[in-house]
Each structure stands twice: as C-alpha cells, then as structure tokens.
C-alpha cells in the first residue's frame, strides 16, 4: 500500500505488472467503458462476440492482447463507432519486444531492403536452380545459374565440397579484427574458391569461373 497526494490508500502494482505493454491496457480500459455503457457484463459481450468470460475478462485488465476478429466483433456489439479498432494496429506492435517496436513501424513503409549475404543469395534473388540445390543439401549441390542486372551474360557458381589443403587462402580486407568474422578467397588452376572462416568445419564453399570472377570483381570496382 501507498499513501497518495489526496490521503487515500492505493494499492501497489502487482509484481510484474510493469511488464505488461500500456497499449493493451488502454484498450481494456476502454473496452470495459464501452461494455458498461452498453449495460453488459463480461458474461453477455462474450456471447454476444463469441468469446469466453475469461477472454473478454483478460482484455479488460490488459492481460491479453485483442486480436483483430476480437476487435471488430466486439466494436460492432458495442456500437463504437471505430475506436476500438483505431487501436488495433498499437495493440498488434505491443506484442513485439520493446527493441523492434520502432523497426516494425519503419519495416512497414520500406520499399527496398539492404544486406550482405557474401555465401547465400537472399531468397527473393534466388533463381529457381539456386533454390533447388539449397534444398537439396550439399549431396547434391551443383552448378545454379545467376544473372547480371545488367542484361550481360550469365555467371555460373557452384557450391561444392572439396579437398583444397594445398590453396593459399586471402583474407577480405573487410574482415572483423579477431580474424573470425570474414570471407576468404583462394584462386585455383581455373577457378576462383570463396568461403566463410566461420563455416570451415563443414568444407562448403562457392566455385566461381576465373572470367566469371574477373568480372565480379570488375562490376564491384564501378
């Protein structure tokens, strides 16, 4: 208990009651107004909407979160006009944890996405061989086919499993400084192997054309 400015008692928040998302109880809060304006009690909105006495309950005290078919039902019985669901959208982003609240709102707007993938082509980029040899699994990987943006001739890369003891291995310059965040490259007789230092226990790495290399590397420096 605690003493508030006006002299009355007010209980303290139950234990953990901080960890619950504010959006979701100000929707219980205006649900449960809502509710008794409309002269129901938990029982009859939760026949009325199809839900349990314990689901509409759990709402109101913001121990759930409302779900959009919950939402729209018990707006619609409660004849809110819309103000229920105009909080949708900030109940649905309370789930989320607190750190990726403000990514999911810029997520939603994007309209391209940046990453480096050095070993594995994001799977909207994949062509349809790319995708049949990932599932496959390295048994049976074998050459997929990629193809320049810029209209040019297509790049094959294989992803294989192999014995190169005897190659000397390079370093990206872009590497972490402890040495175990990096890509590595070593050139063959007429090939070009690229792999990743953290996946060395596997022995899987890309097999690349000298010309296909060649002009990789040629398009990077543009």
């Given at each position: ?6 002299g009355?008692?007010?209980k303290?928040k ?6 619950l998302p504010?959006?979701?109880?100000a929707?219980?809060?205006l649900?449960?107004h809502l509710?008794k304006?409309?002269?129901l009690?938990?029982?009859?909105l ?8 314990e ?8 121990r ?6 919950f ?7 409660l004849?809110a006009?819309?103000?229920l ?6 109940v649905?982003r309370?789930k989320?944890?607190?750190f990726?609240r ?5 997520e939603a707007e994007v ?8 070993l594995?082509?994001p799977g909207l980029?994949q ?6 040899a990932?599932f ?6 074998g050459v ?16 294989v499993t192999?014995?190169v ?5 390079f ?9 175990g965040?990096?890509?590595?490259v ?5 090939v ?5 230092s ?5 022995g899987?790495?890309l ?13 990077l420096a543009?």
């Open positions: 208990m605690r003493e508030t400015r006006g009355r008692a007010a303290a139950e234990e953990g009651g901080d960890d504010r959006a979701w109880s929707y219980g809060r649900l449960q509710r304006r409309a002269g009690n938990q029982q009859q939760g026949e009325a909407i199809d839900y349990s006495l689901q509409v309950a759990s709402v109101e005290q913001g759930r979160p409302a779900k959009a078919a939402t729209r039902a018990a707006d619609r019985v004849e006009g819309g103000v669901e105009v909080l949708q959208d900030e649905d309370a989320l944890p607190r990726f403000n990514f999911a709102l810029i309209v391209s996405r940046f990453s480096y993938d050095p594995l082509v980029l062509t349809e061989a790319y995708a049949r990932v496959a699994g390295p048994e049976r990987r997929c086919t990629t193809h320049r943006a810029d209209g040019g001739r297509d790049v094959s890369v294989e992803q192999e014995n003891d005897g190659l000397h291995w370093k990206s310059s872009y590497s972490g400084s402890d040495g965040d990096c890509v590595e070593a050139a063959g007789l007429d070009v192997y690229v792999r990743d953290k996946a060395l226990c596997d899987t790495m097999r690349i054309g000298r010309d296909e290399w060649a002009t990789f590397v040629a398009l543009v």
